[in-house]
């Protein structure tokens, strides 16, 4: 007989997807916070990317590329010290999205940022237009890789 530590990962599982509800995020332990600098329903692509801005001319050209930047200034970053990280969500319903950092770590020479994606739950009425998520945060600065790890997450 399979141990109660083995049967009750699946059964929340199975319950989510019975509910129609996806299972719950992975487990992380406590990060740091990343310093969110911009959030914007329309400034992203049609699919999911990410982009690591280590230079003023990068960040400068990222940050004239936007839509709708009128009336915002362009914040300052100190790239000596910190690095921006750019994430979108891809195309999707709106009604309640939400694109968000959740922390980040830093091991070896690799960066890992948590990127958690929220939708409305599949049973509940969305609007028919369609939202291009986009967030971008400062961190501390590293050379190394910045990996983004994304999951979603229903209302």
């Not at 509800?21 to 600098?37: D, N, T, W």
Request: charged residues 25%.
């Amino acid at each position: 007989m399979p141990s109660p530590a083995r049967i009750l990962p699946l059964l929340a599982v199975l319950s989510a997807a019975v509910c129609g509800r996806e299972p719950p995020a992975p487990p992380h332990p406590p990060l740091p916070a990343v310093q969110r600098l911009l959030y914007e329903e329309t400034g992203g692509s049609g699919d999911a990317k990410h982009w690591t801005v280590r230079d003023a001319r990068q960040w400068e050209a990222l940050w004239n590329g936007l839509p709708d930047r009128a009336g915002r200034t362009m914040p300052v970053v100190d790239f000596s010290r910190e690095m921006v990280v750019v994430v979108t969500a891809g195309r999707g319903s709106s009604g309640s999205p939400g694109l968000a950092f959740e922390g980040y770590q830093a091991h070896g020479d690799t960066t890992d940022v948590w990127v958690r994606r929220t939708w409305p739950c599949r049973s509940c009425g969305v609007a028919d237009d369609v939202t291009n998520l986009l967030v971008a945060g400062r961190i501390p600065r590293r050379d190394g890789p910045v990996r983004i790890i994304r999951y979603d997450a229903t209302e």
